[in-house]
């Protein structure tokens, strides 16, 4: 099993041709929640481990992961609101978000006391490792699984505008990556962080991907060894959840090889790599293809 932890929210996203001012459409969302959706959809054994609201929004966030096949055990409720991202959509179809957060349901997550005996790899991201006090939960969850010989993927699909110090931000990431199995980046990501990726991939993961949008991807091994992939050409309508479709992806085409372990990823030959890369630059850019969050079922894959 792959348990994905961290926030659920609703996307406003703004609908093109709608006149002034511009309507604003809601879409299930957060990047925790598209990697689980996306998860399901590839025909993986997943479950979702946030803290959701009981308001309209949470219910229908529930219901679209029970519509698609994620395990709920682990999922904690409140009275507390959804947290709202408001997108803007650039000319090439990448999103920015403005972000309303405060007193939401996610940011009062507590640890659970045990994940799933069966529980291979968790993954973790975005805002939920942000925002306090869950960010601490989450973090204390990492840590522990990691304890355990668990299999931690990394996705800190960064939002500067929630990060207060982003220094100390910063200085934090770089303490949880002896933890941490699987390091996934987008070339921003990497920019904003300021580190050197060899210096990230010698920190302590067996490997990190870098997401190049367009131009494919590139994984560095922490042996020193760097394999590339390009993109898949599409017409891209916008790059909404693409970041977590690679999530999904390369834990998917992980799981399937029997490779979710720190010793065997590290081990992981270039051909092999380009395989797993390969999967998942051909699911992200099915994701671009269409409007909003919606990754690729395994059937489409299989189509080409």
Known sequence: MIVVAGEALIDLVPQPG????????????????NTAIALGRLGADVAFCSRISADAFGESLIERLREEGVGLDLVQRGPEPTTLAVASIGSGG???????????????????PELPAATRALSLGTCSLVLEPGASAYEELMRREAGRGVFIALDPNIRAGLIPDADAYRARLWSWLP????????????????????ELAAAGPSAVVITRGGDGLTALTRGGDTVSV?????????????????????????????????????????????????????AAALTCSRAGAEPPYAAELRQG
Request: hydrophobic share 40%.
């Open 230 to 282: 390009p993109g898949e050409r599409v017409e891209v309508v916008d790059t909404i959840g693409a970041g977590d479709t690679v999530n999904a992806a390369l834990l998917h085409a992980l799981a399937e090889r029997d490779l979710l372990s720190p010793d065997a990823l590290a081990s992981l030959t270039p051909g092999r790599w380009r395989e797993v890369l390969g999967f998942a630059a051909r």
């Open 18 to 33: 709608g006149g002034a001012p511009t309507p604003l459409l809601p879409a299930r969302g957060g990047g925790p929640y």
């Open 94 to 112: 990448s999103a920015a978000y403005t972000f309303y957060v405060e007193g939401t349901a996610d940011r009062l997550f507590e640890v659970p």
């Open 179 to 198: 933890h941490v199995s699987l390091l996934k980046l987008s070339e921003e990501d990497a920019d904003w962080l300021g580190y050197d990726v060899k």
